[in-house]
């Protein structure tokens, strides 16, 4: 006779164990998620916009979302361009009158001679590409510190006179793609993507990256830091000539001194570090960076709604700057609010020889995650070990100035 054995029943303990593990994995995800300053912005806009909104309804009409987002476009592309030299740990203060002179150059002849607006982007590139070649010149090849190379054009760029330009540009600012998207709005989400691909899908914009993080380190592993920096400060006078033509689009006007008066320097370092770039450079991007220009606009429209003299404008982005150092801390209490709790590892069985049992682990740095790499005498592991190598070459070496690399 046979007989049927029934499969042991599940302990108490392992049945709680399968929907306490998913739980604690879509905790810690969301977690995850919370924790990027992308994120945290877009909470911060939707909450501030809830908030203005509430108070004024007017605040919440499309056309008032329409202005705040054209506003933001301007800042939006100069952020991106200093979000590129912040990452490679230099600053650019001369955005804003490279914006100015750009402005200007085509405005005279698209005043007298009605130049057509595709010469006039063609026009502004070349100036701003121009003016960031002589930056990125003093900079990366003389050595200048960057504060003071880019001080320096900053009062030599600019003089010139006021202009007015044909209202083809200004019906193009004023242009919507769609009802209540601008032209300026799509131009500038373009830019932020094509900055996005490059900065993580090609080899120069990976080493932006590297040379921020340690300068040294990866001049040591064969980065041309020279070239890199090089390349920063000529994107950033690229990207402040496009944005040029989008504020002569928007205002219809310009001289020299545009960006300055505007505050475009103070606006573009501080969609930057909203943003999540550090000025430490190596860690940022200009997706953070676009929703910090937002994110200002919006603040600065919010305080024209509650009649807040503009005069306190600035003071109001130096106090959204200050929190915003102070959140990007270590140990600061934003961060310490989503800060997971220890939870201890099991301990799991190595096998003798391997890295693991020695002590030899790759750095758990944030854009790389340490593996096993088996056996060390392995010939398949010798190329995994020498790229671990390179990595310590330059996430792992004593930080050293730009300036001092050769």
């Not at 049945?15 to 995800?29: F, K």
């Not at 573009?268 to 676009?290: C, D, F, K, N």
């Not at 799991?348 to 088996?374: E, F």
């Amino acid at each position: 006779m046979t007989t049927l054995s029934t499969p042991p029943a599940r302990s108490a303990s392992a049945q709680a164990t399968g929907p306490v593990a998913s739980g604690g994995g879509l905790g810690s995800a969301a977690l995850d998620l919370l924790r990027r300053r992308e994120v945290q912005l877009l909470l911060a806009i939707l909450g501030l916009f809830a908030i203005c909104t509430a108070l004024h309804p007017q605040f919440g009409v499309s056309s008032n979302i329409a202005f705040i987002l054209a506003d933001s476009v301007t800042i939006m592309i100069v952020a991106v361009g200093q979000t590129m030299v912040v990452l490679g740990r230099g600053i650019d203060l001369s955005v804003s009158p490279m914006l100015g002179i750009a402005a200007v150059c085509i405005g005279f002849p698209a005043s007298n001679n009605n130049l057509n607006i595709w010469l006039a982007l063609l026009f502004v590139l070349l100036i701003g590409t121009a003016l960031g070649i002589g930056n990125g010149f003093l900079v990366a090849v003389i050595g200048i510190p960057p504060i003071i190379a880019t001080l320096a054009t900053l009062t030599i760029y600019g003089g010139l006179s006021v202009i007015n330009i044909p209202a083809v540009y200004t019906n193009f600012g004023a242009a919507n793609l769609l009802p209540g998207v601008p032209w300026l709005i799509v131009i500038g989400v373009g830019v932020v993507v094509l900055a996005y691909l490059f900065l993580t899908r090609t080899v120069t914009g990976r080493s932006v990256y590297a040379v921020g993080n340690n300068a040294e380190g990866a001049f040591r592993a064969g980065v041309p830091v020279r070239r890199v920096l090089f390349t920063t400060y000529v994107i950033s006078g690229f990207l402040a000539g496009l944005a040029g033509l989008m504020y002569l689009c928007q205002i219809g006007s310009a001289t020299s001194t545009s960006g300055s008066d505007g505050n475009t320097n103070l606006m573009s370092i501080a969609a930057t570090l909203i943003g999540g770039t550090t000025l430490l450079g190596g860690r940022g991007g200009p997706i953070g960076s676009a929703l910090g220009a937002v994110f200002l606009s919006e603040a600065l429209q919010a305080m024209i709604s509650f009649r807040i003299n503009e005069i306190w404008d600035p003071a109001g982005v130096g106090v959204l700057i200050l929190i915003a150092v102070v959140a990007d801390r270590k140990g600061a209490p934003v961060r310490q609010l989503f800060r997971q709790p220890f939870r201890p590892q099991p301990a799991r069985a190595v096998k003798p020889g391997t890295t693991a049992q020695i002590g030899l682990r790759w750095p758990d740095h944030p854009r790389k995650r340490c593996r096993d790499q088996g056996e060390l005498d392995s010939p398949k592991n010798q190329f995994a070990r020498s790229e671990r190598h390179l990595f310590d070459a330059i996430f792992s070496q004593p930080v050293a100035s730009v300036g001092d690399v050769r």
